[in-house]
Nanobody, 122 residues
Framework: VQLQASGGGLVQAGGSLRLSCAAS????????IGWFRQRPGMERDGIACVSDEDGTIVYGNYKWGRFTISRDIAKNMVSLQIDKLSPADTAIYFC????????????????WGQGTLVTVSS
């Protein structure tokens, strides 16, 4: 299984980004794909997940409408849309895969992409 995250960059506060996670070696029907982020000096935090078993889930404080996860089965790709970006969203964003079921705990995810850096300027 290989995952490749892309779509990060420098964006002004208030803008939007769409991050992509391209999966190879596994079908999206056979695995859960989660998005995480790691802000400077902080632990890696689960944002959202998608799987056949659970549909789409957005976790905790990320539920308040700015984060949307989706997947394109034909392209074997999972996306994370982030709207109304603020400097607090500056982080490395990772996608990861595990089993069939979603959860927000990074320790359970087996395969990780390399991460994509999002920097939000004020």
């Amino acid at each position: 299984v290989q995952l490749q995250a892309s779509g990060g960059g420098l964006v002004q506060a208030g803008g939007s980004l769409r991050l992509s996670c391209a999966a190879s070696g596994v079908s999206l029907h056979d695995t859960a794909i989660g998005w995480f982020r790691q802000r400077p000096g902080m632990e890696r935090d689960g944002i959202a997940c998608v799987s056949d078993e659970d549909g789409t889930i957005v976790y905790g404080n990320y539920k308040w409408g700015r984060f949307t996860i989706s997947r394109d089965i034909a392209k074997n790709m999972v996306s994370l849309q982030i709207d109304k970006l603020s400097p607090a969203d500056t982080a490395i964003y990772f996608c990861a895969s595990q089993g069939l079921y979603c959860n927000q705990y990074r320790q359970t995810y087996e395969h990780w992409g390399q991460g994509t850096l999002v920097t939000v300027s004020s």
